[in-house]
């Protein structure tokens, strides 16, 4: 396997893991600001290639605290190096949970 092909199945496989204490990022309250820990990234998410690249480099991966922004549009996901947009239409399939500011 090539370094990146590891990478990508080692975030892949963390990726997938079910907690049962998380929540759809989706359901948080519109145009708020909440702070939590990313969950998992559902196979929906995992199989856009660009955002999953554009999720890993920002450091957007589970278990790393992020600001969770839901709105009309899109899920923002704000790490400490940058923040990427989701569409709407996959922001169910984030998981978040330890969520502030609910």
Do not use: W, Y
Request: without cysteine.
């Amino acid at each position: 396997l090539t370094e990146q092909a590891a990478d990508d199945a080692d975030f892949a496989q963390t990726a997938v893991a079910e907690d049962p204490n998380s929540v759809r990022a989706a359901d948080l309250a519109t145009g708020e600001e909440h702070e939590a820990v990313v969950a998992s990234f559902n196979e929906i998410v995992q199989v856009e290639g660009s955002l999953m690249k554009r999720l890993r480099e920002a450091g957007i991966l589970p278990g790393v605290t992020v600001t969770v922004i839901p709105t009309e549009d899109h899920l923002i996901l704000r790490g400490e190096s940058a923040e990427v947009a989701i569409p709407s239409e996959l922001a169910h399939a984030v998981r978040v949970r330890n969520v502030s500011g609910a």
